[in-house]
């Protein structure tokens, strides 16, 4: 290999790839705390007995998850303003397709979360005059979300890295950073080698935490049972309000 | 089917039908907005919506060192000295927006940016958008390796491979010559892939080449003999600009070019001529 490697070019733009990193993490965070909220209601319509709200909640979710994320990004960013004369800043753009993209795949992941809780435990409540919100706060949205957790926290890691399309739409995150830098000094290699880098640094401790969950719940699936589980304080406090009213 | 979702979906089915009602009833009374509107758009409204917006979006994209990022992080580059000029004569403030060439147009129709900088006028644009009058007028080159032995369009048309940026004004000239064509994002990644070996050759505009040979002694320009590629390039503006604004944005562009001060800041630049190309070129 006769490539003359210049190194230069990444430690004097480096401020600015830290920067563009700290943009990336933020737009992470925000996007994945709107969609853990989000995804909440989004499941139990999807759950829902009446089926226009139920069809409705699977029309949105199935949009989401069958279009790819770059045209979400796109269709945002060039094709939302002239349809309604309302032009989003790229940020937020890129803040709303990433947020609506994953409530869709979390709302699935908290769906079959949901419904994976036995049935004899809500009817537990229901014996215990637990009325519906009750019953969702204390019993069921506790354990699917133990459930769910490693699909949770890979869906988490999954938009971290997706958060790389948004330089599509110039919000300079670290890949536009990065790809700006690269561009304009030519040192493709340097660059991109330091901006994966720097991508792998934060998710890999992320992926080693999902690693490690993974295998507590392995090991406490092959324990049996005899845990304690999330559902019995919860049905302590339950019971005490039940007495009360 | 549960009675509430019958109800619901009687509800939807008549907000649709006088939706879908509305918009033709409309269409068959015929729109008299139109002469409103043009009077209207006749009176400098471009300039006035830049007023009351306080800012004059430019869209820039990357074509060093026309275009480009500028020290201070910010898009700019010599290209936009009238626009920065006309942006403090009307009060307001000029704004950079990065942009890709292939998103230009599209992002003029969007609203992202009121200007589209260093944009070619070709006919295929000029059905979406409009054009002021040339900024610069510039000659299509070669970028290859020093090492490559290719020193003229027949040599390059042999090699067969050529990188260039997609969206822009001599995709189909170059296509047309027979090679296969790799697409990129810009020119400066056009470069960056002929540097990996992925094509033998760049075309792009004059001065971005030679700014990459400038910074990369291992490559170098070849100008076309004849030439193979001449355009114009101008601002890009959205087609329903009015008329008096029009003329004042080609005012601006004509005044920095008889001013002297446009052939400065190129000068200052570093924008390379065919006759400053020296060394630059192939032998």
């Given at each position: 290999m006769d490539y003359n490697f210049d190194w230069s070019v990444v430690t004097s733009n480096f401020p600015r790839l830290l920067e563009a990193m700290g943009m990336t993490i933020q737009i992470t965070i925000i996007v994945i705390v709107l969609s853990m909220a989000l995804a909440v209601p989004l499941a139990l319509l999807r759950m829902s007995k009446i089926e226009v709200v139920r069809w409705a909640a699977q029309l949105y979710i199935e949009i989401f998850r069958c279009t790819p994320l770059l045209v979400q990004l796109f269709w945002i960013y060039y094709v939302l303003p002239p349809l309604t004369g309302i032009t989003i800043p790229g940020m937020l753009s890129a803040i709303i397709a990433l947020t609506a993209n994953l409530t869709a795949f979390m709302a699935e992941a908290y769906r079959s979360g949901f419904q994976a809780v036995p049935e004899e435990q809500v009817e537990a409540g229901e014996m215990l005059r637990l009325n519906r919100w009750q019953q969702i706060r204390h019993i069921i949205i506790p354990q699917a979300l133990r459930q769910q957790l490693p699909v949770i926290m890979s869906l988490n890691i999954s938009i971290f890295k997706d958060t790389a399309l948004v330089s599509t739409i110039a919000v300079a995150d670290l890949m536009f950073t990065a790809n700006k830098i690269a561009s304009e000094s030519y040192r493709a290699l340097e660059v991109l080698s330091t901006a994966a880098l720097m991508y792998f640094i934060i998710a890999f401790p992320a992926s080693l935490v999902l690693s490690k969950i993974e295998r507590n719940m392995l090991e406490g699936n092959k324990k049996g049972s005899t845990k304690k589980t999330l559902l019995r304080p919860k049905l302590a406090v339950a019971g005490k309000m039940g007495a009360s009213s | 089917m549960t009675k509430t979702s019958k109800v619901v979906l009687s509800i939807l089915l008549v907000l649709v039908v006088g939706l879908v009602g509305g918009y033709f009833g409309s269409g068959l009374r015929g729109?008299?907005?139109?002469?409103?509107?043009?009077?209207?758009?006749?009176?400098?409204?471009?300039?006035?919506?830049i007023r009351k917006q306080g800012e004059l979006r430019v869209g820039i994209a990357s074509a060093p060192p026309m275009t480009g990022e500028q020290p201070d992080g910010t898009m700019g580059g010599p290209n936009v000295l009238p626009l920065k000029k006309l942006a403090e004569e009307?009060?307001?403030?000029?704004?950079?927006?990065?942009?890709?060439?292939?998103?230009?147009?599209?992002?003029?129709?969007?609203?992202?940016?009121d200007v589209a900088a260093y944009l070619d006028s070709t006919s295929e644009r000029s059905l979406a958008i409009q054009f002021t009058d040339m900024v610069y007028q510039y000659e299509g080159a070669w970028l290859v390796r020093a090492d490559s032995d290719l020193k003229s369009t027949d040599d390059v048309v042999k090699a067969g491979k050529v990188a260039m940026a997609t969206g822009t004004s001599y995709e189909k000239v170059i296509g047309d010559l027979g090679v296969d064509v790799l697409g990129s994002e810009s020119v400066p990644q056009a470069v960056t892939a002929m540097k990996a070996g992925r094509a033998d050759a760049v075309f792009a505009d004059l001065p971005t080449l030679a700014n990459a040979a400038q910074q990369d002694k291992s490559l170098k320009v070849v100008l076309p003999k004849p030439s193979l590629y001449l355009q114009d390039s101008n601002y890009g503006v959205k087609d329903d600009i009015d008329q008096r604004s029009l003329q004042v944005l080609n005012i601006a562009i004509r005044t920095a070019q008889n001013d002297g001060s446009l052939r400065t800041a190129f000068e200052k630049a570093g924008v390379i001529t065919p006759e400053t190309l020296g060394d630059l070129e192939m032998d």
């Open positions: - | 729109g008299s907005s139109g002469s409103g509107s043009s009077a209207a758009a006749g009176q400098g409204a471009w300039l006035e919506k009307l009060g307001v403030k000029f704004v950079p927006v990065a942009a890709e060439w292939s998103k230009m147009v599209a992002g003029l129709q969007a609203g992202r940016f």
